[in-house]
């Protein structure tokens, strides 16, 4: 797997002998533009500083010319794992920042649960990781294998969609018309996560949905977006009679957390993003002695440290929502996986990169 990592690497260094442009903002990205959110909102905050020029460089497709844009480029941007930077030496004038997709820290991954060797040489190779807190530091530097002194809590970019003005009313006629949903109806997003182990994949075998909506379906409707890897553990006659709306590929999935009024989750991330709206958060975690036990797990104590409600039946759920939900520990939780609540994180992470962080500067 690596070789073809090193000769991506050794086609790339052809070119960055060339004369840096200034002005050329480079993101790296797959194809179908997953992730894209954090890149979007640095794009919008260049855009407002200046005549900057941008190119997007597809990460599963191989093209020279656009190569050479990547490699003359005077900031690069990424928000994932992109394996072949380990071989890839950029000119000294360039500068390279991780923005990462998910927000503070929560499950384990990389260098917490896996050999770290390839991620010490891509680390290697990157000026900065951009967090949101200071809290979670260390967290990072294990996974990413990066010195703390690269690390910057300046937020996540694509957080400050929370803070921009929205037509809450406007967006949830749409989506009621859509869906056909009652509009004095509350709406429960629930986000399961995938596990390796294929027999917990499938929630409805541990979610009762005639008991869920026998007892909460004359003020609540449930709404499910699965995780990608998971939609082939389920069929479609699984829905029927109203059970659910499935929005598993409803393409904004910031406005369907805008929209619902609680989250249900398990081991999601997305609980972490969720938290910036004060909303209420249950853990429905049917499985967790298994996941304890045989998944990669986490930075935090499951038990004591989440904000929100941990449960493991259907009936313990449905009791939950009726007698209503905990959230005491919600803002403290929040404002220990963000340093600044304020949606102004991608107006820091520029200021940072134009001001403070250039090597030459």
């Not at 003359?72 to 992109?82: A, C």
């Not at 957080?159 to 859509?178: C, G, M, T, V």
């Not at 797990?297 to 313990?316: A, C, M, N, R, S």
Request: glycine share 4%; charged share 25%.
């Amino acid at each position: 797997m690596f070789l073809k990592h090193k000769i991506f690497g050794k086609l790339f260094n052809i070119f960055t002998k060339s004369k840096i442009n200034d002005n050329l903002v480079s993101f790296i990205i797959d194809s179908n533009e997953s992730f894209s959110g954090n890149l979007e909102y640095i794009k919008k905050e260049f855009e407002n500083r200046g005549n900057f020029q941008f190119h997007f460089y597809y990460k599963d497709k191989l093209s020279l010319s656009s190569l050479k844009k990547l490699a003359t480029s005077k900031y690069v941007f990424l928000n994932d794992n992109f394996f072949p930077l380990a071989f890839m030496d950029f000119n000294k004038e360039t500068l390279v920042v991780q923005l990462w997709h998910a927000p503070g820290a929560f499950k384990k991954f990389g260098g917490s649960v896996e050999n770290a060797s390839m991620l010490k040489l891509i680390s290697d190779k990157t000026d900065y990781l951009i967090i949101t807190s200071t809290y979670n530091e260390s967290f990072y530097s294990e996974a990413f294998q990066i010195d703390k002194s690269k690390i910057k809590p300046l937020g996540l970019p694509r957080a400050d969609y929370y803070f921009e003005k929205h037509d809450i009313d406007r967006l949830r006629n749409d989506f009621n018309e859509k869906y056909g949903i009652n509009p004095d109806k509350k709406i429960i997003l629930y986000t399961p996560t995938f596990r390796e182990n294929k027999e917990y994949n499938n929630v409805f075998n541990y979610l009762d949905l005639n008991e869920f909506n026998n007892k909460l379906s004359d003020e609540y409707v449930l709404v499910l977006r699965l995780h990608p890897k998971i939609k082939k553990f389920y069929s479609d006659d699984i829905a029927v009679n109203g059970d659910y709306i499935d929005c598993s590929d409803y393409k904004n999935e910031q406005e369907l957390l805008l929209l619902s009024d609680i989250l249900i989750t398990d081991y999601s991330s997305i609980m972490i993003e969720f938290g910036l709206l004060n909303k209420p958060i249950i853990f429905f975690a049917y499985d967790l002695d298994n996941y304890l036990s045989n998944e990669r797990g986490f930075y935090l104590d499951y038990k004591k440290d989440l904000p929100g409600p941990v449960v493991h039946t259907t009936e313990e759920l449905i009791d939950v929502i009726c007698e209503g939900i905990d959230t005491s520990k919600l803002k403290s939780f929040t404002e220990n996986q963000f340093n600044q609540i304020d949606g102004e994180a991608s107006a820091r992470v520029v200021d940072f990169v134009l001001k403070e962080g250039g090597k030459n500067g």
